[in-house]
């Protein structure tokens, strides 16, 4: 199934593909998802925040809805959130036809901007649905051509005052459980297909702004200048600096653009953005607050300004206990994986109980286009995710 989407959203400058909310290839992965849900006879609904339900055998409380995203970072891989609707799908077809009559409504479910390539908040679509992100706050978001959310809301027939909580959606999900590719070493290094998620580290992204003064790459003396790029690659290397002294601590600019951008052109300035994750506590603010302050002494010493913002933050998340014992009882002994990568799943997990499973990714990268899954390992998956579904709905 994941190969008809083989030709969606090829991104032919980055490499890899690039499937960005409401632009024209996550709109064709919607139109495939709508007749996914088609072909099998399921019901098939967008809620108030672009969220794709698919039901079997209709809507309903108490639902064990499974899936995950449709969209990608810039330039990425095939499997990260695609792998978790298919085998979803897949796995409701398995229950099919072994005749499993459910006691529980099972969802399919699609998430919005679950990575935030185009508007920036990362699970965008489970943050509105859950009222974790303030939705005057989400329609004002713009994309890097200008367009905001409300306006490509919209664009997609969908009315942007109603975006935000959706308590009659969220009443109805009872379970959630989602499965991804794996997205570091950790099954490579257990030899194992499959795992089961613990934890979710906190993270969060901080955009900063840098201004300096434009000018001639030629004509303008060093001492003369307000280079802002000076300051953005103060930040870049004091996030490896300091990251390096925060236990298992992430930090990644992997976003830096200058304006206006030219190769004899000293920028008037540049937004950088900073992926940082640590795993204890309030760690990942205080590498923030610690990079910043490197930010603040650059841009003094250059004459320039530097504006910091942060535009998303998630807490470390532990995924329910009693619902992973119960996963665990229906795939078995198999690994148990923290990760650093965020999740749908994770925002989930602050309303209902929320388990993931991973599937082996042999070569250990992931956001990139060399993210990959075996076709018996996307098989052992969609077992998997039939066990886990068939032990929550009989
Ligand atoms: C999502 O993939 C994230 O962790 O950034
Ligand atoms: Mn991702
Ligand atoms: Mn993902």
């Keep these: 199934m994941l190969a ?10 980055r490499g890899g593909y690039s499937r960005h909310v409401f632009e024209p290839a996550e709109l064709a992965l919607r139109e495939w998802f709508r007749e996914q849900a088609a072909r099998r006879g399921l019901d098939v609904e967008t809620d108030r925040n672009g969220n794709l339900w698919a039901w079997w055998p209709g809507p309903g409380d108490n639902a064990v809805v499974t899936g995950s995203h449709l969209d990608s970072v810039p330039g990425g891989g095939a499997f990260d959130g695609p792998l978790g609707v298919v085998s979803a799908f897949a796995a409701v077809d398995r229950l099919r036809a072994r005749g499993v009559v459910v006691a ?12 935030g390539g185009r508007f920036g908040v990362p699970c965008l679509g489970s943050r509105l649905l859950t009222g974790s ?21 919209a664009a997609d027939g969908l009315a942007p005052e109603l975006l ?18 794996e997205q570091g070493r950790g099954l490579i290094d257990r030899g194992a297909p499959v795992a089961l998620g613990s934890t979710v580290i906190p993270h969060g992204r901080w955009r900063f702004s840098v201004q300096g003064q434009g000018n001639h ?5 060093l001492r003369d200048r307000a280079d802002p790029m000076v300051p953005a690659a103060a930040v870049v290397a004091a996030a490896r600096r300091i990251a390096v002294t925060y236990p298992d601590a992430r930090a990644t600019v992997g976003r830096l653009v200058p304006r206006p951008g030219g190769t004899n052109v000293i920028a008037a300035a540049v937004d950088l953005w900073l992926d940082a994750r640590v795993p204890d506590g309030s760690g990942t603010r205080d590498m923030v607050a610690e990079i910043a302050e490197c930010a603040r002494d650059s841009a003094a010493v250059e004459g320039c300004s530097v504006w910091l913002h942060e535009e998303s933050y998630s807490d470390g998340v532990e995924f329910d206990p009693g619902l992973r014992r119960h996963m665990a009882g229906a795939v078995g002994d198999v690994p148990v994986l923290a990760t650093g ?20 990714n042999p070569t250990g990268i992931s956001h990139a286009p060399e993210e990959f899954a075996e076709p018996a390992d996307v098989n052992h998956g969609a077992e998997a995710l039939a066990a886990v579904l068939e032990r929550l709905t009989t």
């Design 133 to 153: 992100l303030d939705p005057d706050r989400a329609r004002a978001l713009r994309d890097a051509d200008g367009v905001s959310l409300a306006e490509a809301v």
């Design 341 to 360: 990568a965020g999740h749908d799943a994770a925002i989930l997990a602050a309303h209902v109980p929320a388990g993931m499973l991973y599937v082996r």
């Design 164 to 181: 935000g909580r959706d308590d009659v959606a969220l009443a109805r999900i009872g379970t959630f459980v989602e499965l991804h590719v």
């Design 217 to 221: 790459a030629g004509a303008t003396a």
């Design 104 to 115: 529980r409504p099972v969802a399919v479910v699609a998430f919005a901007e679950e990575e």
């Design 4 to 13: 008809e989407l083989d030709d969606v959203g090829v991104d032919r400058r």
